[in-house]
């Protein structure tokens, strides 16, 4: 008896019920099933009738569903010929019925994949997690499909109240006459309609089918208030406003970023939130550090740390903080640029280019070396090597800021080299960050396919190379046609008012930015260009452009190093901080041993002495380190105890940094130049 009910079940789950297109399929599949049952001959038991009389009320719902269908496919014919309704009521009742329709066939639907559902989990092996592993998956996808289906009918539903409102209000209007008031309140209403359908998008429905779009659980998660009637209200109002935070499964935090109704103004206030946070903060946290007689960049980092995953965890908005911060590297670095003139760039940049050429070369045969010792793959070595290779401009252009630097006939100044050498690192990074795509395909291709990847990276680095040559065209043509007329009319238009000048000076570092980003170049180097040329307008103009630019980039620098902290995790560098500062040791010896080498062997010999200096400055590892690792550690190329390794040894150089800079400062420096530097 078991065996004839369960037969009848599984024939009726077995059918490909689940690929059926229309309702008189379903129908058939369900008298075949009965068909099946009764033609066994088998005594009726009380499951056997449990089966039949389910398979009965089955087929009885679906012609009732169908019998529904025509009803409301007549109802619609005769809404729609009824003249006595108004164009209003008639929208609203039409969609109404093909509301009910859309539900009645989804309904019907969701029956047919629950029993194709059950087919697959009879069919798979229990003991295969890959199977089951899929069907999980598969069963995820039909939930997320019937939800965003479920999700659209709502949105249906609140379109339809919608229209029922504007017949009642039609009705209204129809049984009495209007003011002069109501009349135009009535056009403005209806003006505000057809702005609303202009300006939305509609960007769920037009990316939902776009390939790699993917349907996602989310949570929606409403700011706690204490008082529960208020939080009810204010739940009402974010239902409209969209203010509310988002949560995946993977536990990435969503917030808005455009509104689906553009004509009400919002403000981000877990953001604002963050900044006020900061701000307050770093104020002590650099006192601290002043007292104490460290840079006030490690009260801003402290700052971050505190503020950060591993510390009170108040930052909602890191994306955007870090965004934000991203500023202060470019304001930083246009400031370098503005100390920085061509003429000082014409007489180091052989240096500068030879040096990180050949300090970068030298790392990676290093890491490839070691990588070879402890079995590591090439790929994953090249990678370390070129993160490790990279020094912070920021933190050493922190350093140089406001020196006495002066040129002594036959010298070369110990500045001019240590940032022409950070800014073609700069040009390094971004070298790399192109090529990194290619070294991920690389790391997962047959040694067949190595030739095709070496070619496809030799193209690369000469496509970059083109790029790098119609920068400095560009740059030339803009020193020479365009940059002083420009300053001066800048000067001319801000008597009396610097926000001009402010305005003028910064839309002139975003072309520049915008320039070098489009040609596939370091949108750093564009600021350190925009620098550089406006610098060639003389002494005076930099003196003025620089009191005006100092105060932004002192408060986006803030922001900047709070950033870096948000990465720092104490509890990792306490349990592990024996291994953590014999690697950060030895990264730094290395660093600084390369740098001397190199040095000695591209340096005049009459400016020999530099090197040691020019050595501390680039001893330390890059923080623009945590961008690559992030990327690296996304595609695959490390793992995760590789990225916590580098962000830790990164964190530590940059701390060991000052010190380093300090001892190479007091020995090599003449002392009416230490004081300034220091």
């Keep these: 008896m078991k065996a004839t009910g369960f037969i ?92 009910f329709q859309k539900e009645l066939n989804e309904s019907e639907n969701s029956v047919f994949q629950a029993i194709h559902g059950l087919q697959r989990a009879l069919q798979g092996d229990y003991k295969d997690v890959v199977n089951m592993k899929e069907s999980s998956r598969q069963r995820l996808e039909a939930l997320r499909e019937a939800a965003i289906k479920e999700e659209m009918e709502y949105v249906e539903l609140l379109a339809a109240e919608k229209h029922q409102v504007e017949a009642l209000k039609n009705m209204q209007h129809q049984n009495k006459s209007l003011s002069i008031l109501d009349e ?38 409403e700011e706690d208030e204490a008082n529960s009637k208020r939080n009810a209200s204010k739940r009402e109002v974010e239902d409209d406003l969209g203010l509310s935070m988002l949560i995946d499964s993977q536990n990435n935090q969503y917030i808005l970023t455009k509104p689906r109704d553009s004509t009400i103004p919002r403000a981000d206030h877990h953001f604002i939130k963050d900044i006020v946070t900061i701000g307050m903060l770093s104020l002590p946290c650099g006192w601290l550090c002043t007292t104490i007689g460290l840079p006030t960049m490690f009260g801003y980092i402290i700052c971050g740390v505190l503020l950060g995953p591993s510390g009170l965890n108040s930052i909602k908005s890191i994306v ?20 920085f003139s061509p003429e000082r760039l014409r007489k180091v940049w052989k240096i500068s280019v030879q040096g990180p050429c050949y300090m970068t070369v030298l790392m990676i045969a290093f890491g490839l070396l070691w990588g070879h010792l402890l079995q590591i793959r090439p790929t994953q070595s090249v990678f370390i090597s070129t993160c490790l290779s990279l020094s912070s401009t920021p933190l050493v252009s922190r350093f140089l800021a406001g ?15 240590l940032l022409g050498m950070l800014v073609m690192q700069d040009v390094q990074l971004g070298l790399f960050i192109a090529v990194m795509p290619t070294l991920i395909q690389a790391g997962a291709s047959t040694y067949s396919s190595i030739f095709k990847e070496i070619l496809r990276i030799l193209i690369l680095i000469g496509q970059i190379l083109f790029s790098l040559a119609a920068v400095f065209l560009i740059c030339l043509v803009i020193k020479t046609y365009l940059i002083g007329p420009y300053y001066r009319k800048l000067h001319a238009e801000s008597k009396g008012n610097k926000e001009i000048l402010i305005l003028g000076i910064t839309a002139f570092i975003f072309l520049m930015l915008t320039i070098t980003e489009l040609l596939d170049v370091s949108m750093e180097l564009g600021c350190f260009l925009a620098g550089a040329l406006i610098s060639s307008q003389g002494h005076m103009v930099t003196e003025e452009i620089m009191s005006c630019i100092e105060p932004i980039r002192d408060f986006l620098a803030i922001i900047f190093f709070a950033s870096i902290g948000l990465h720092v995790f104490p509890t990792f560098v306490i349990y592990e901080l024996t291994v953590l500062l014999f690697l950060t040791l030895s990264v730094v010896i290395m660093k600084f041993v390369l740098a001397v080498l190199v040095l000695s062997l591209i340096l005049p010999k009459t400016s020999q002495y530099i090197k040691w200096i020019v050595s501390a400055g680039l001893a330390q590892v890059s923080e623009f380190s945590f961008v690559l690792g992030s990327r690296a550690r996304r595609a695959g190329i490390i793992s995760r105890e590789v990225y916590l390794l580098i962000l830790s040894v990164t964190t530590l150089s940059l701390l060991l940094a000052p010190a380093l800079w300090r001892a190479a400062i007091m020995k090599c420096v003449p002392r009416p130049e230490r004081r300034s530097s220091t």
């Design 8 to 99: 009848s079940l599984w024939t009726l789950v077995s059918l490909p019920c689940g690929h059926l297109a229309n309702p008189a399929e379903h129908e058939d599949v369900v008298k075949h099933a009965i068909k099946l049952h009764r033609g066994k001959g088998a005594v009726i038991t009380q499951r056997k009738q449990w089966v039949l009389e389910s398979c009965r009320k089955l087929s009885g719902l679906l012609r009732q569903k169908n019998v529904v269908l025509n009803k409301l496919k007549s109802a619609i014919r005769a809404v729609e010929k009824d003249a006595g309704l108004s164009d209003e009521e008639k929208l609203f009742q039409v969609h109404t019925f093909e509301i």
């Design 184 to 221: 135009i309140l009535e056009d403005v209403r209806k003006a505000a309609d057809r702005l609303e359908e202009e300006i939305e998008e509609h960007a769920f429905d037009d990316n939902k089918s776009v390939r790699g779009v993917n349907f996602e659980a989310v949570l929606r998660v």
């Design 320 to 339: 955007q903080v870090e965004t934000l911060g991203e500023f202060g590297v470019f304001f930083t670095l246009f400031l370098v640029g503005l100390e």
């Design 403 to 417: 020196s006495v630097r002066g040129d002594k006939e036959g010298d070369i100044d110990y500045s001019s080299v």
